[in-house]
């Protein structure tokens, strides 16, 4: 037989991507304040009262009853954990937003014990992270891409201890490892690889020129470990200094 699963909150609750790790399932999402997942359970809780949405992690017993969960979020931007994606072992990497909204103001977001992503620029509108979790919610890093504009994650994918995230921008992206620059990269799309420990291995810009992307996009890895990027674009593409002509 089968089974269902049920988180209730107060609403604004949606569960964007799910994932077996190691015979456990792991869904990642966004909730606004409080989630109970059952009597049993400790409640996913962010002590707000804000109408802003946060960002969680729970994991499911293969039975199909709740074992825990835990969050990402701020005082005054919302969060969201929008991709998640299964490394040998258990751990999972996922990927999400944080501080969304906050364009002008100072804003950090917490998430583990006593974790903390921070705005690089108040300017910003927030920005992306990409994170390695334990089975027992240990967050063991994070880090973040952040960008004067908003950030969308359109997808994330693992293989051989290694990730694939890809960030669709308006403008040039920023990371601690790596700046993208130049006017062709500014509207587009970027797919930037990771290995299990958070160290940016190397990145692919793709760009429509002065037209923008469209903000939906999927990664894929075939037979031969070989990562692809699914895009849609209006008239040309730029693949890093390359010019693609449809």
Known sequence: GGWALVAAGFGNDVVHDVTN??????????????LGLSENVQAIDANASSVNL???IAWAAPNGTWMHGSLINS??????????????????LVAGRYCSGTAGEACSASYGDDGILEKEYITDDGGAFLAR??????W???????????????????????????????NNLRLSQWNATGEDHRLGATALRFDASGTLLGQIQVSSGTTNLEEEGA??????????????????????DRLIES
């Open 21 to 34: 790790a190691g015979g456990t399932l792991v869904a990642v999402g966004s909730f606004s304040g409080w």
């Open 54 to 56: 946060d960002g969680f």
């Open 75 to 92: 005082d005054n931007g919302s969060e969201s954990i929008d991709r998640v994606a299964a490394l040998d072992g258990g751990d999972v």
């Open 133 to 138: 979790i334990s089975p027992d919610a240990t």
């Open 140 to 170: 063991m890093w994070a880090t973040s891409i952040t960008s004067e504009d908003a950030v969308l994650v359109l997808d994330l994918v693992a293989h051989e201890d290694e990730a694939v995230l890809a960030i669709h921008h308006q």
């Open 219 to 240: 990664l894929c890895v075939d037979r031969l470990g070989t990562v692809h990027l699914v895009l849609n674009y209006a008239s040309n593409l730029i693949v890093d």
